[in-house]
């Protein structure tokens, strides 16, 4: 099984750069990998997806070295408004082999 | 934008009962997922369809079955509800395999 894991919590403040990994050590061939962000009382809501090297969008970019038995989401210069739960998710549906980890909870002060 | 619509916010139903829960996407969406969220466990896949009439298991489809007639709308039933399927429920879809899913924004369904 495509098993994710990631830091449970991490603390920022404004303005800084943050950047959450998550390790996915059995990660398979056709595996994509895409990162949510959820607020409280909304479902998860996409970032980022990515497969290999780097990919950059409006929000965030995503780095996966070679091995690709991680990856680190980085979100450049948080703001108050970037408080949530941040998930990781490994694998393509279809082999039922795609799991959602526990997410991250990451909390931007002022 | 990718829109998927859950029937209810909130859910208040007794032990026993027969529930229904709708979940709708107007993107002609092949695939249609359901998870339960829990504090500490993330998100854990029920059942997933990719096509219509098509059902596959995730991890946790005890207690659960679904159905999907049309290609916009996908349901989850709980045979017979018990209190240990207190949880929120979220609906998504996806255009294909390695798309994004787009989810709902959820039911909070208590059993009493």
């Known amino acids: 099984l495509a098993k994710t894991t990631q830091p449970i919590s991490m603390d920022s403040y404004e303005g800084q750069e943050v950047n959450i990994t998550c390790s996915h050590n059995?990660?398979?061939?056709?595996?994509?990998i895409t990162w949510y962000q959820q607020f409280p009382s909304q479902g998860p809501r996409f970032i980022i997806q990515?497969?290999?090297t780097k990919v950059t969008n409006e929000v965030a970019s995503l780095f996966i070295p070679a091995d690709r038995k991680s990856s680190t989401l980085s979100l450049p210069r948080v703001s108050l408004s970037d408080t949530a739960v941040y998930y990781c998710?490994?694998?393509?549906?279809?082999?039922?082999?795609?799991?959602f980890g526990a997410g991250t909870r990451l909390t931007v002060k002022p | 934008d990718v829109k998927v619509t859950q029937s209810s916010r909130y859910l208040v139903k007794r032990t026993g009962e027969k529930v229904f829960l709708e979940c709708v996407q107007d993107?002609?969406?092949?695939?249609m997922f359901w998870y339960r969220q829990d504090p500490g466990l993330g998100l854990r896949l029920i059942y997933f369809?990719?096509?219509?009439?098509?059902?596959e298991k995730g991890d946790i489809p005890e207690g659960y079955s679904v159905s999907r007639e049309k290609k916009e709308r996908f349901s989850l039933i709980l045979e017979s509800a018990s209190t240990n399927q207190t949880s929120m429920y979220l609906c998504?879809?996806?255009?294909?395999?390695?798309?994004?899913?787009?989810f709902g924004d959820g039911t909070r369904l208590s059993i009493l």
């Open positions: 990515g497969y290999k």
């Open positions: 998710l490994v694998g393509v549906y279809n082999n039922n082999d795609m799991r």
């Open positions: 993107m002609d969406h092949e695939n």
């Open positions: 059995n990660i398979a061939t056709n595996d994509y």
């Open positions: 369809s990719y096509d219509v009439k098509m059902k």
């Open positions: 998504a879809s996806s255009l294909t395999v390695s798309q994004p899913q787009h």
